[in-house]
């Protein structure tokens, strides 16, 4: 779920009230877990080294993937980045719940999905994923089929007719267990506006003829736990005096788990694979209590009628590990990951870390990048360096020649504003007219003509085919200074001794993939020899190179 009406935030309950302890016993299979989008086509690889040693530091045991198809490979999955994500996951100790769902093969309207030509479409993506990750070292044995089914309320596009998503999770529960037999597969987690519903679909679930043939085949129903989604802004503020007011504990056992007994599923567990509260919506604090009580409720959370079964919620997936837009802030951490928000330190208090905190790390390089607001005047750009009046070649990637020309003027006038290239990089090669000895080395950034949107800089500086520096405008997640109105950046790089005798120069500006936002330099989740990989890259090359200046001692 994405977008909905302010609301106050729950209390969660007299059951709630009476949970004042710490949830460091919170000690079930995974129930501290959160969702993370690590990939897409257009952004590429968007988890950093600081992120996942963060998961790692916060005890998370799963997170959940949603397996996004790549336009850039014809709707395929971009297999070489998902096993670099899963395989870092892996070192850090943390299992990955896949989702398989609408963004994970090529559609072209919603009705699509009600269509048989769909069906067989996603059931041999879902039957190619799971082969792929069941037969890897590191591998997936958790999946969830489609997100919200029951989301119909206006402008959503998850859901799904009944009738077509039970014929699609029944196939896609017969294609996982037959190559993964011991896989575990969740239904698709059903939405809050469902529980609004004169009619429930879980309820309507077990009673699709699809469902009932199979269960009557099998003895069994075609998925090892239940889905919920149960955000806060479907129930009101729970009174213990007024029974028609109903809290978390009563949601999840009167409209998920009566049901689900009603069909002689008493013994099988629910997966609350998202619950948050968005800040935007309240206020920080109020997230951060709702985040602690809710774990603290779930943990214990026992069925009424089969109180012998004992908590039967498995897994409690926090929506989600950062926020996304001014008016979605259900993560953990503010936007572009700039600041941890209380609700992280009641995350982390949920159990006991591991490995220190990731949250230290310093800018790249040997020397800092500055920033100057609002205008250029103040950059010190060069007329008269080496470079002035070269053409670069261009190796890689593509940019019109007229702006090259201005890139060694002084003028900082035009520069390669949205240069672009296949691997999402830009490679130009200078040819000295003479061998020269190089001291220094500045590159400008900005682009206040579009907002300021491009004023990170991610570059390496190669001198006679040997690279001398890796610079780039700050770290994974850093934002640009001031205002986003406009920006202006410069990276440098001196050398203790200037190299002799250069007779090339090269530049690989590699993409940034923020456009109004954070810094995502395309290397930030890569360390060496990884760092080239074709395929992985995002997929912008954001920088608006201004000038480049190259000098001799």
């Known amino acids: 779920m994405r977008i909905f009406v302010s609301f106050l935030v729950c209390l969660l309950g007299a059951a709630v009230r009476a949970q004042e302890e710490t949830a460091a016993s919170l000690s079930r299979p995974h129930i501290k877990a959160t969702t993370i989008q690590p990939y897409s086509w257009s952004t590429g690889i968007s988890v950093s080294t600081r992120m996942l040693d963060d998961l790692r530091h916060l005890n998370v045991q799963m997170v959940r993937i949603e397996f996004i198809c790549d336009s850039h490979l014809g709707g395929e999955i971009n297999y070489a980045a998902y096993d670099y994500i899963v395989d870092e996951l892996a070192k850090r100790d943390i299992e990955v719940l896949g989702l398989v769902d609408y963004q994970s093969l090529t559609w072209k309207t919603e009705g699509d999905w009600a269509t048989d030509a769909f069906r067989e479409r996603f059931v041999e993506r879902t039957r190619e994923l799971v082969k792929h990750y069941s037969q890897r070292e590191n591998s997936i044995h958790t999946w969830e089929i489609w997100n919200e089914p029951d989301l119909d309320a206006e402008g959503s596009y998850y859901h799904v007719p009944v009738v077509s998503y039970c014929k699609i999770l029944a196939e896609c529960h017969d294609a996982i267990k037959a190559i993964d037999p011991e896989a575990l597969v969740i239904s698709g987690g059903l939405s809050p506006k469902g529980f609004q519903y004169e009619t429930n679909y879980l309820r309507d679930i077990y009673e699709d003829e699809t469902i009932r043939t199979w269960h009557a085949e099998h003895g069994?129903?075609?998925?090892?736990?239940?889905?919920?989604?149960?955000?806060?802004?479907?129930?009101?503020?729970?009174?213990?005096?007024?029974?028609?007011?109903?809290?978390?504990?009563?949601?999840?056992?009167?409209?998920?788990?009566?049901?689900?007994?009603?069909?002689?599923?008493?013994?099988?567990?629910?997966?609350?694979?998202?619950?948050?509260?968005?800040?935007?919506?309240?206020?920080?604090?109020?997230?951060?209590?709702?985040?602690?009580?809710?774990?603290?409720?779930?943990?214990?959370?026992?069925?009424?009628?089969?109180?012998?079964?004992?908590?039967?919620?498995?897994?409690?997936?926090?929506?989600?590990?950062?926020?996304?837009?001014?008016?979605?802030?259900?993560?953990?951490?503010?936007?572009?990951?700039?600041?941890?928000?209380?609700?992280?330190?009641?995350?982390?208090?949920?159990?006991?870390?591991?490995?220190?905190?990731?949250?230290?790390?310093?800018?790249?390089?040997?020397?800092?990048?500055?920033?100057?607001?609002?205008?250029?005047?103040?950059?010190?750009?060069?007329?008269?360096?080496?470079?002035?009046?070269?053409?670069?070649?261009?190796?890689?990637?593509?940019?019109?020649?007229?702006?090259?020309?201005?890139?060694?003027?002084?003028?900082?006038?035009?520069?390669?504003?949205?240069?672009?290239?296949?691997?999402?990089?830009?490679?130009?090669?200078?040819?000295?007219?003479?061998?020269?000895?190089?001291?220094?080395?500045?590159?400008?950034?900005?682009?206040?003509?579009?907002?300021?949107?491009?004023?990170?800089?991610?570059?390496?500086?190669?001198?006679?085919?040997?690279?001398?520096?890796?610079?780039?405008?700050?770290?994974?997640?850093?934002?640009?200074?001031?205002?986003?109105?406009?920006?202006?950046?410069?990276?440098?790089?001196?050398?203790?001794?200037?190299?002799?005798?250069?007779?090339?120069?090269?530049?690989?500006?590699?993409?940034?993939?923020?456009?109004?936002?954070?810094?995502?330099?395309?290397?930030?989740?890569?360390?060496?020899?990884?760092?080239?990989?074709?395929?992985?890259?995002?997929?912008?090359?954001?920088?608006?190179?201004r000038e480049i200046d190259v000098f001799a001692p």
């Not at 490995?355 to 390089?365: I, K």
């Not at 001031?482 to 090339?504: E, I, L």
């Open 220 to 545: 069994a129903y075609p998925f090892d736990a239940v889905g919920a989604h149960p955000y806060p802004e479907t129930f009101s503020d729970p009174d213990p005096d007024d029974p028609n007011r109903t809290g978390l504990d009563d949601v999840l056992n009167q409209r998920i788990k009566a049901v689900m007994n009603d069909h002689g599923d008493h013994d099988k567990k629910v997966w609350l694979t998202e619950l948050g509260w968005n800040s935007s919506h309240n206020d920080e604090r109020t997230q951060a209590e709702a985040l602690r009580k809710s774990f603290a409720l779930v943990d214990g959370l026992v069925d009424p009628a089969h109180p012998e079964h004992g908590p039967y919620v498995e897994n409690f997936t926090w929506f989600k590990y950062d926020s996304w837009h001014p008016n979605e802030e259900w993560g953990l951490l503010t936007r572009h990951r700039s600041r941890r928000k209380p609700a992280y330190d009641a995350f982390a208090a949920l159990t006991e870390t591991r490995g220190p905190s990731p949250w230290s790390a310093s800018h790249p390089g040997r020397f800092a990048p500055q920033w100057v607001n609002n205008e250029d005047m103040n950059l010190p750009v060069a007329a008269d360096d080496i470079l002035q009046g070269l053409i670069p070649e261009i190796h890689e990637g593509t940019i019109a020649r007229g702006a090259l020309s201005m890139l060694t003027d002084g003028s900082f006038e035009i520069g390669l504003r949205g240069a672009d290239g296949q691997n999402g990089r830009l490679h130009l090669y200078y040819k000295l007219r003479h061998p020269t000895a190089v001291s220094a080395v500045s590159i400008f950034g900005g682009d206040c003509e579009n907002s300021g949107s491009r004023a990170f800089i991610a570059a390496k500086v190669i001198l006679n085919g040997k690279s001398v520096g890796e610079l780039t405008t700050g770290n994974y997640g850093d934002l640009n200074p001031g205002t986003h109105d406009c920006a202006q950046s410069v990276v440098r790089w001196r050398a203790d001794t200037p190299v002799p005798d250069v007779t090339f120069i090269e530049f690989i500006f590699h993409n940034t993939t923020s456009i109004h936002g954070d810094f995502r330099d395309r290397w930030s989740p890569v360390t060496d020899p990884e760092r080239d990989r074709e395929g992985t890259d995002p997929g912008y090359m954001a920088s608006g190179i």
